[in-house]
């Protein structure tokens, strides 16, 4: 294929599916699960997807094909048998929609109180898109960036995408974004978040931007980072998309005022790094002098082999791009489709960590972003507890806390072969992990919140 001929995005769903050549050769079967299963969750995927990304050979047991399409175990089975007899006896849309929404209370939609948390106030108003958790770095969340080019099944914002949440974290406007830095100069790093900012045209985009740049604010952002999967789903918007070339100047002229500027690409497997359209979409992006760091969760059904990680940090490592984090799925949605215990977590890892030289080693994990921070797993260990009594732990430390003095002090929890969440741990030596006192007085008002956020 060219790779500097233009493709047509075309974008598909629930409604149009069928549609996709490909799909003729899917079971009637796997076609109901798919109306079933995405009446409930969000479903959306394009033609790069399915024409470079999915084996269709045996779509049941592509990495890809799961990573984009409802499958019938998403969804618990007495929740499947509902919503299967709603659409067997011929429910309208009306009775589809108040399935799904009963349904989806039920999937832990709002895993974060964390608006209450992390979203800052500013004279008295309350800027509901933008995040400052660590002191480093503020999340902005653009209004016109709230949706992705396909939907990753495992997406714990799920619910902004079924219209549950309505982009509530978004904000319209640089102006007060300014301002908000200009008051805080402890914030070196601006982060891009969504959704995928990447699904704004050039247009849109540097609107964001622009206020940042030629000195013209007086903030003190040294890293801006867009978090993004467009290089998975969709890296033709650095190719042949009509502004592709708009946005790498600007991405030059970012990097040419000394401000670093970071691509956060999120990628789930090998896969997605293996057709040409990426590896160019690499090359022009990383030209313009922009970094660019990966991550991705891990997911049962998708990523658990340690030598994928590993074939996925060499090549990344290969293609000039840097391993940044491995992520622990988050507890909401299909949680029990993708969960995988924290004990495997860290063996994956650890399997795969040994597998790579220094250079990958970049990559941090496995990380669960939970209220205090991101707490990595470092490991099982035996600690003695005297007269030759043994005790298996976790060991634990903060990759960022809530509290700049929290971050990388080793802490143990209590070693429980079946936790797939920092819910599940309890400290292995007295009552309370070392920071929940503290964390307890600033998060009184919404104690069982948890965090925000692996793009
Ligand atoms: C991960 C994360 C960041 C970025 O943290 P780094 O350690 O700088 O990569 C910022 N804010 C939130 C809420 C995060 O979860
Ligand atoms: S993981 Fe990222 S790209 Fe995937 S659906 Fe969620 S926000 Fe979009």
Redesign the pocket.
Known sequence: MDILQAVRYRAYSLHNYQQIPQVESLSDRQKFDISVVGSVLPFKVNNYVTDELIDWSDPASDPIFRLTFPQRDMLLPEHYRQMAHVIRSGGDRNAIKEAAHRIRLELNPHPAGQMAL?VPLMDGVRLTGI?H??R??V?FFPSSGQTCHSYCTFCFRWPQFTGMDEWKFAMRETELLVRYLEAHPEAT?L?FTGGDPMVMNYKVFSQYIEPLLDGRARTNIQTIRIGTKSLSFWPYKFLTDPDADQFLRLFERITRQGINLAIMAHFNHPRELATEAVAAAVRRLRATGAQIRTQSPLLNHINTDPDSWAEMWRTQVNMNMIPYYMFIARNTGARHYFEVPLVRAWEIFREAYQQVSGVCRTVRGPSM?CTPG?VQILGVSELPLGEGLMQKVFALRM??GRHPDWVAKPFFAKYDPEATWMSDLKPAFGEKFFYEKELESITSDTPDEE???FE
């Open positions: 992390n995040q958790k660590y480093e770095t999340l790093d982060l972003s991101k990759i960022q965090h925000y956020l």
